[in-house]
């Protein structure tokens, strides 16, 4: 059953990237263009938690686990601060 919260986990961040860069290509805000991309990795964190404990249980991939929301946050940290215009 955990499985499958995960597998919704990512999808929900998914489409909330979707809907992101639909926005930021009619807007053309920058901002959404940087959330897009932390809702991005967010989706691949959820699906490599999928991966991690359901498919390969043998393997540890916590280090990609945690790198891959540490660059997401990190951009969308870089697209807070220095990219103002």
Not at 65 to 84: K, Q, T
Request: glycine share 8%; aromatic share 12%.
């Amino acid at each position: 059953m955990e499985g499958a919260v995960y597998i919704l986990c990512a999808l929900t961040a998914l489409a909330c990237s979707g809907l992101l860069l639909r926005g930021y290509f009619r807007n053309g805000t920058r901002l959404l263009l940087w959330c897009e991309i932390f809702f991005l990795a967010m989706a691949f964190e959820n699906a490599i938690l999928f991966v991690d404990l359901r498919i390969v249980p043998e393997v540890d991939l916590t280090l990609v686990r945690l790198a891959v929301p540490l660059v997401g946050v990190a951009l969308l940290l870089y697209g807070l601060v220095w990219d103002i215009r």
